[in-house]
């Protein structure tokens, strides 16, 4: 009687361990299907940026939607557009409600080609591309420290 109920136990937690892998592996899978955070996304104010998801969504939500707007150009891509400086986050959820995407969106006024160039307390910032455009400039000694301070606040590529 002792050897059968013996071997009733080794087989009960051979199965128990095995179900209890199994599940610690599914969990495991489904956090890293989540994505683990990842650095904020930066945009520029009138430009837009893509997130490929790992599934296709089914709801979106933009915590301000006067920073960033996200439009959907099919089940797994999202396209984030830019609007004002600011800070937002990007949620998307699949149909069971779990979690594909979890950004910080960080929207500039500055583009992302953007040179700032300083000549004693005068600052001018120009747009480069194949040539560079003035987008604008400071003249008075407090508009660079202004300037500056705005810069200090935006996140570094």
Request: proline residues 6%.
């Amino acid at each position: 009687m002792l050897a059968a109920y013996k071997a009733w136990e080794d087989t009960f937690m051979r199965r128990l361990t095995l179900v209890l892998c199994a599940g610690l592996s599914l969990s495991v899978a489904t956090v890293a299907a989540a994505g683990s955070p990842s650095a904020p996304l930066s945009v520029s104010a009138g430009a837009a940026a893509r997130i490929v998801l790992g599934a296709p969504v089914r709801d979106i939500v933009v915590g301000d939607p006067t920073v960033a707007d996200v439009s959907l150009v099919n089940e797994r891509t999202l396209v984030v557009m830019g609007k004002k400086a600011g800070a937002t986050t990007i949620l998307a959820f699949d149909a069971h409600g779990r979690a594909l995407a979890d950004r910080d969106v960080v929207v500039s006024n500055v583009p992302t080609q953007a040179v700032v160039v300083q000549r004693g307390v005068n600052a001018a910032t120009y747009a480069c591309g194949e040539r560079c455009s003035l987008l604008g400039g400071a003249t008075a000694p407090a508009e660079p420290a202004a300037a500056t301070a705005a810069a200090a606040a935006l996140p570094t590529p």
